[in-house]
């Protein structure tokens, strides 16, 4: 009876070998958005091709993968060319792609693409603007989901490497139209418990998935932020724009808790390596200090203090000789010059000075004595003015001009009746 049943591998196979015999899925061209792309280590390609209403998932092996001339990325455009064929492991179809073709970037993409660009150019990625994670934080908040692998994953990290330090989880939408809206809200509100980190994030996903956190709203709310925050968004491939606006960036969720807190058998080494340093810088000080109090102890002067304060008392014996006879030099030399004082031909004969400088007075007065022009006049000479001026011509002189006659004894005036003019030895009368 149980012949008429058939298992999951043989109908599997059964599909399989339909989907490989059907010429019309042997080379198909397929044009699409890549979604939830992954470059595996082995060289392979896994991702999406999707378009508004359904999607397929696709494989390109690393020796079709080897041969893309770019880079594939969640939202970009494709042109695909492969086989469709069913994964009997999965019991689920899939697009094999030989070649792949870039065919302009999807709308998401671009409007990351975009908003990016804006942010950066406001200077909201700087790193001036990168507030340091604090070392031994005392309380941590998380906003996430309340259930799935992300909050699962932060907890039991942090209660692992640092129990002492309190969570508090701020349950949060991260998918869908009011995520963005709940994102921003719960970042707001963790600004009220005191906290030292804010991890926002959430688990991995499709493009569309994480895209809360490619909301200008959402960036803006980390950035205004007056708590450091780490951003835990996707898988290690995955960039948000809450990456290149938060404090760090964690490249999953667990690293995101690794980052926030330090390891407590790692913090109990390192205080017991500063302990067992202390103690060694404290027993290198102290033995130190012991051979420097055993050398004060053992040294010449607190043996033998008198033998400095004779020492003392004799220099300062010799620099009282010294000034001493400093002083009887200066005496003496003062004494010398006053006895040379004494003896010089001023004050032993001021009054010849005082004759010889008569003499020379009188010589002086003599000298002027006989340039005076007065003198010239006690001789019978006379100086004559007219208008206050000597006259030297009798050129300009007129008949009945006043002249002013200076004698050595008085003034003449007299006026001109006649006046005659020699002109080269012969008289000319005017």
């Known amino acids: 009876m149980n ?56 494989i390109m092996f690393r020796s079709n993968a080897s041969k893309v001339l770019f880079k594939p990325v969640d939202g970009m455009k494709v042109l695909v060319t492969g086989r469709v064929s069913i994964y009997e492991a999965m019991g689920s179809y899939q697009v094999y792609v030989d070649e792949m073709l870039e065919d302009g970037v999807g709308n998401l993409y671009v409007a990351y693409e975009q908003l990016k660009k804006k942010l950066k150019e406001e200077g909201l990625f700087d790193e001036v603007h990168k507030r340091a994670i604090p070392k031994i934080p005392r309380k941590v908040g998380i906003i996430t989901a309340s259930t799935g692998a992300a909050i699962r994953d932060i907890i039991t990290t942090i209660k692992r490497r640092f129990p002492i330090c309190e969570t508090i989880l701020f349950p949060t939408l991260v998918q869908g139209e009011n995520a963005k809206d709940d994102i921003v809200r719960n970042i707001k509100r963790a600004e009220d418990y005191d906290l030292d980190v804010l991890i926002v994030g959430r688990g991995g996903g499709s493009i569309e998935d994480l895209w809360p956190f490619n909301e200008e709203i959402v960036a803006r709310a980390i950035y205004d932020c007056k708590i450091p925050v780490i951003s835990a968004v996707g898988h290690e491939v995955d960039f948000t724009i809450a990456d290149f606006v938060a404090d760090l960036r964690a490249p999953t969720p667990t690293a995101a808790a690794e980052l926030a807190v330090p390891n407590m058998y790692d913090l109990k080494k390192h205080i017991d390596q500063l302990s067992i340093r202390l103690n060694e810088s404290i027993f290198k000080k102290v033995n130190y200090l012991k051979l420097y109090l055993d050398s004060v102890k053992n040294s010449f002067v607190i043996k033998n203090p008198m033998i400095m304060f004779e020492n003392r008392k004799q220099s300062l014996d010799l620099m009282n000789n010294k000034l001493n006879d400093l002083m009887l030099g200066k005496v003496d030399k003062l004494k010398n010059e006053m006895a040379k004082m004494k003896k010089s031909y001023v004050l032993t004969n001021p009054i010849l000075l005082y004759k010889d400088k008569i003499l020379e007075v009188k010589n002086i007065a003599k000298k002027l004595e006989l340039l005076n022009p007065l003198n010239i006049l006690s001789r019978g000479y006379s100086v004559t003015y007219f208008q206050d001026k000597a006259l030297k011509s009798v050129k300009g002189i007129e008949k009945d001009n006043v002249l002013d006659i200076k004698l050595a004894d008085g003034m003449i005036k007299s006026k001109v009746i006649d006046v005659k003019e020699e002109n080269n030895g012969k008289r000319k009368e005017v």
């Open 3 to 58: 012949d008429k049943y058939l298992s999951v591998s043989a109908i599997t196979r059964y599909l399989k070998a339909k989907f490989d015999s059907d010429e019309n899925l042997q080379t198909v061209f397929l044009k699409g958005e890549i979604s939830n792309f992954k470059a595996h280590t082995s060289g392979h390609f896994y991702f999406s091709l999707k378009d508004e209403t359904s999607k397929i998932n696709a």
